[in-house]
């Protein structure tokens, strides 16, 4: 949990929206470049993203 002054929030949220994007992404960007700074910075490999595969069945064919 993150304690934000209820004004900055909303003011936050404005600004979000002018950007065109959920407070949410927004957050997780910054932290993201936040990370990936520190990491590159400290020499620290970034963990093997996990690639899950989901099979897909084809839809039936129409009559129509």
């Known amino acids: 949990?993150?304690?934000?002054?209820?004004?900055?929030?909303?003011?936050?949220?404005?600004?979000?929206?002018?950007?065109?994007?959920?407070?949410?992404?927004?957050?997780r960007m910054y932290v993201v470049r936040e990370v990936t700074a520190w990491r590159k910075a400290n020499g620290i490999e970034p963990p093997k993203k996990r690639v899950v595969r989901v099979k897909r069945t084809k839809p039936a064919e129409s009559d129509d």
């Open 1 to 27: 949990m993150v304690r934000i002054e209820d004004d900055v929030w909303a003011d936050y949220g404005q600004l979000c929206e002018e950007k065109g994007i959920a407070r949410a992404a927004d957050i």
